[in-house]
């Protein structure tokens, strides 16, 4: 009874702890000391210790660009259209292949007529244009997916291998939250879900980070002005027991 106890109070320590690691203690420390909320912002690093700007962060090329609204006509264009699309497919019942074959369908009827009206007015069909996908394309989308599966599987790999429980159990319940999330909704609604996230909350974090950042550290000081009642008032009085000389026995 007494190793389940410990083994409970362990478990909920690590996890504590990784959120107070989140925190750098220059930061967090002082921030709810003596339950005194005030700070100088002068004095402090951004959030979780960050130092580069959010575009740096995201990589500082195009893409970040596109996240963070620097072209609002193409990101707004680029959030359309994937609204549009998970619009077909969730609300108007749309398949995959019924789109496809319509889209082809337009094509072919737009490429009839544009072929008719050319032999009318005595034009060469080499005027026609076609749509010709480049191979690079497909390979560069193929390297691309294959680079963030190999990369994904490999973090859970390094994951399942180490020895960090803090790392694993952090994982786990991430990977737990996603599977609860998936349960609600289908997969094109999480993706369009994350999608939509994607382009919207890095560019508010962006133009209201300081309002952010003071929210989240105030966030973990009351996680841990609050496991600290717990820990005085609850687990400092279960009794632990020494593991390790029992292992030795």
């Not at 995959?96 to 094509?107: D, E, M, P, S």
Request: proline fraction near 2%; charge should be positive.
């Amino acid at each position: 009874m007494h190793h389940k106890e410990n083994t409970a109070g362990n478990m909920l320590d690590n996890l504590i702890e990784t959120i107070s690691d989140a925190v750098p203690k220059n930061k967090a420390g002082k921030f709810f000391e003596d339950g005194n909320p005030a700070f100088s912002r002068n004095n402090m690093d951004k959030l979780f210790g960050r130092q580069n700007s959010v575009h740096q962060v995201f990589g500082g090329g195009k893409s970040a660009d596109l996240l963070l609204w620097r072209n609002k006509k193409i990101s707004s264009s680029v959030l359309a259209g994937a609204t549009l699309i998970w619009a077909f497919f969730e609300w108007l019942d749309y398949h995959l292949l019924c789109i496809l074959c319509l889209a082809l369908i337009v094509g072919m009827v737009v490429q009839f007529s544009w072929s008719n009206a050319s032999s009318m007015m005595s034009r060469s069909q080499s005027d026609i244009p076609r749509l010709v996908l480049p191979k690079e394309l497909f390979v560069n989308v193929a390297v691309s997916v294959g680079g963030q599966v190999n990369q994904f599987l490999g973090f859970i790999q390094d994951v399942a291998i180490g020895r960090d429980l803090k790392q694993f159990a952090m994982v786990v319940l991430g990977l737990l939250a996603a599977a609860l999330i998936g349960s609600w909704f289908n997969l094109l609604t999480v993706i369009y879900v994350g999608f939509v996230a994607a382009h919207t909350l890095p560019v508010l974090y962006e133009k209201y980070e300081d309002q952010v950042d003071d929210f989240m550290y105030s966030l973990f000081g009351q996680i841990q002005s609050q496991y600290r009642k717990l820990d005085s008032g609850l687990l400092s009085k279960i009794p632990k027991g020494n593991l390790k000389s029992k292992k030795a026995d």
